[in-house]
């Protein structure tokens, strides 16, 4: 009996990726599911081949029609003959959509996560057909999880030596004018870097020196330059070893004399903010660290969203055989 062999796993392909549009994915894809599985598995996205996981063997691939796929592997062993979903270990393996439908939410999920308002859940029911709007809700948090798995694994500083990294902190979800239900304060430190068009955002605690500045030191390189408002709890930055500017925000909103700043770091939050407003109800404000997540994700990855989406599934997160 056939054992286990190495497959070398192909990675996406940015032009093939770039090239892709909403209004081709269903006439590309949905028409043929053998091409569309051919084309998922070209780019890494779902496995050549498949080990039983009882008997270590080489599974073979038939054709099983009761399955959404149409398509199955199934072990040889005549004792075994245990069947596994083509799907599994990849991203697709807890859908119970076609192929081509993931595709299509994830490309409208990628392509739109940095807009202060996406496609509604009913334009994409009707389009799609799908039944149910927690489709469409699962689907799209499924895609927040990728960009929060990638900051867990890639947790990468801003800044720099001689570079100016802007910080400031900012209220979510607080009461306007003190009206409407109570309501817990949410706090969420944010830094950017002008220069490369970075930021980062981080949920925290409280606002104290104790609690930012670690946050600081996770996130902000070395050597590089702080500019802050006057918060009493950053006067500790320079014993962090950085250089710091401040302005005063009671007289300016850049010092006249230093020009020390803080409006990109506060533009980061009206973006941001723009964004939540548009999706946080009163029910999911405990999701607010996967929105700063998705906020994020497309600051570092705007410029070809859906092809770094499917490499970062490929390389890191349901790397398949």
Request: aromatic share 12%; glycine share 6%; hydrophobic share 40%.
């Amino acid at each position: 009996m056939a054992q286990a062999a190495a497959v070398q796993r192909p990675l996406p392909d940015r032009n093939e990726f770039e090239s892709i549009r909403l209004v081709t994915i269903g006439s590309r894809f949905s028409e043929s599911i053998d091409a569309t599985i051919a084309w998922c598995r070209r780019y890494g996205l779902l496995a050549q081949t498949m080990v039983c996981p009882v008997c270590n063997l080489l599974c073979q691939e038939g054709v099983y029609n009761r399955v959404i796929d149409g398509r199955v592997f199934r072990c040889p062993n005549r004792d075994c003959r245990k069947v596994s979903s083509i799907r599994k270990g990849s991203f697709f393996e807890a859908a119970h959509i076609p192929l081509w439908k993931v595709i299509a939410i994830t490309y409208m999920w990628s392509t739109n996560c940095g807009r202060p308002r996406g496609p509604s859940q009913e334009f994409l029911m009707r389009e799609l057909d799908i039944g149910s709007e927690h489709t469409i809700v699962d689907w799209n948090q499924f895609c927040r999880d990728v960009a929060v798995e990638y900051f867990v694994n890639h947790p990468q500083q801003i800044g720099g030596p001689g570079s100016i990294v802007e910080i400031d902190e900012s209220a979510f979800a607080k009461r306007k004018y003190n009206r409407g239900r109570m309501v817990p304060e949410k706090w969420v430190f944010g830094a950017y870097e002008a220069a490369r068009k970075r930021g980062v955002m981080v949920m925290v605690d409280r606002r104290d020196a104790v609690t930012l500045m670690p946050v600081i030191n996770q996130w902000i390189a070395p050597g590089s330059i702080i500019w802050s408002d006057m918060w009493a709890a950053y006067n500790q930055i320079p014993n962090q070893g950085f250089q710091h500017g401040t302005v005063n925000h009671t007289h300016h909103f850049v010092d006249p004399n230093t020009g020390v700043t803080t409006n990109h770091a506060e533009a980061m939050w009206s973006r941001a903010k723009a964004k939540f407003k548009s999706m946080m109800g009163p029910t999911n404000r405990d999701m607010i660290g996967g929105y700063l997540a998705e906020f994020m994700w497309n600051q570092r990855f705007g410029d070809s969203p859906f092809f770094h989406f499917w490499t970062q599934i490929a390389n890191d997160l349901y790397v398949v055989n």
